[in-house]
């Protein structure tokens, strides 16, 4: 038994060599695997910054879109009370809530009396922040009033005759039928600036324009936002029911004979795609007419008017106010034109509501940072 | 003994055939696995590198192009893009005199350098007056009620009236697609590439009826296929 054992062969060379070949193939592996560790942890390297660009671009791409909305949002916000109290250069700033992970934000810096710095901005929680900003501009009443030279503005080309009266003696006198008071907001401005520059009978329309404007309400804007249209021959009149003013009564311009009664503080604005006859009655506010107007057989109308075409005062018509006339104009004897800058100024402060939005100053662009 | 070593023996070579068939292929199937992987990462990091271009592209130029008007803030060309480069605004005091001093709160990606800005003013209704800044200084003034603003004093080359309500401050420029790259040339100072060079000959800028666009084809088909972005309403 002892010399069997100590006879057994020692391992075979072939499963030696098997072995060997064993640990090459091992070793082969493993600089394989390594091999290819390198070269996938490069590639997920690669990946995990195309993932990390990836989200970077669409967390700026919410935030900028965070910044528009809120941009829109302030842009398109109602007429607030704050508007007329804020001081130029002042800031209101609104939180608008979040969207999504991104906190919104509208500011509005007052730069002038019609002249806003609109701005949308908006963080998420990693602290990112985008903004962007646009120039904006808003009607006001007095100085849109201001800005007119005359009682009677026309187009360049139009003809004006004046065979009746054009008053324009003192703009901002309060005369009957207007309360003392309906004045008092605006006339501290109002007599700083015709001290100056004396109000004129006739002149051209701002910046020479052919078609009227109200800054950057063009005149299609203008007709687009009157909440009632009328047409063709009228004769306006107070329209109440049960004690209220019927404010939607489409030749219901108003009472400024009887201030104190329920039409007495409405002051509409009305829009005519076409020509318009005011045929008598009385009324208050503020037209806008696509065609001619004409104003006859005693109608009085206060406030401002806003024509496309021509304007015709006769048969003892009387209006008090400011007119804008892309065509012209002709006062026959026997009418009034009293130029009011308090009665237009009344008018637009009633419509304020319509007309003081803001607008994009859009032959700007945006402005950064974005 | 014979039997046994005979039995080794024969045993080794076919042992040893097959093992090297299997070294071989695992050596083959290892080779094309790496170089499978190793295509594959090429590919990734160029489509990486297009990505990147692309997105730096389409940010600067639709950033830089919707702050100004085409025509009178920037125009295209066929080889590139030239234009107002606004770099910050400032809110003008009121002031009720024309003045070449402007007293200004100013906001921006930089500040003001009189060697190379210019301004343009704004009204109210967007009317505009350009002027060369000629001068920095801070100022002692208050102006307004906010006491966050800095304030400053902007003097300009020629007098301005007292409807401007804006200024935005700005540089001359220009992008190129040149070199494979998107560059930008201040003024007349050498382009700098702005995105990896990434880009063929094809590349491009596409002026299409009312907007401006961009043309980009990557060099190698590995890095994807051509892109086309908006950039900016040209009416």
New interface residues.
Partial sequence: MDGVIVREPAAPPAHRSGHEERGAVLAFVILLMLAMLVLAHGALLASLSELAASRAAVRELELQGAARWALAATLSAPVEPWVDSLAIWDLHAEDLGPIGDVDARGELWRLGAESWLARGAARNAHGAEASTAYLAWALDPVARVTTLAAALSVGPTATVTLGGVVDVTAPTAVRDPASPSSCDPWLVELGQRYATAPLAPVGPLPDSAAVPTLGLLNFTSLLDLAPVMVSGTGTPSPTESFGACLVDAPWGWGDPDAPSEPCGGHLPMRGASGDLTVDGGVGQGLLVVEGDLTVRNGARFYGMAVVGGSLALEGGAQLEGMVLAGGGASVDAGATLTGSACWAARALTARRDILGRLVPVVSVGAIGPD | ?DR??GR??G??AP??LV?LL??LF??QL?YG??QR??A??GR??A??DA??AM?VAR?VLR?EL????EGE?WLATPDSVSLRA????A????RAETTDELTV?Y???RRPDPAKDSLVL?????H?EVRALVGVTASADA????PG?DLEVWRLDAAVGPDA??A?LFERGSYHLASSALRYRRGASGRQPLTPEVWSSATGWTLTGDQLGLHAEPRTPDAGRPWEAFLAWTE
């Avoid at chain 2, 704004?122 to 967007?126: A, F, I, S, T």
């Avoid at chain 2, 102006?143 to 906010?146: D, I, L, S, V, W």
């Fill in positions: 003994m046994r070593a080794c023996a045993f080794s042992e040893a093992g299997l070294g695992l050596v290892g696995t790496l992987l190793r594959t990462e990734l990091a489509r990486t990505l990147v997105r940010h950033t919707g702050r100004g008007m803030d606004f770099r910050g605004t809110r003008l005091c009121p709160a906001e921006g990606e704004v009204d109210p209704l967007g505009r102006c307004g009620a906010n603003d309500v804006l935005r």
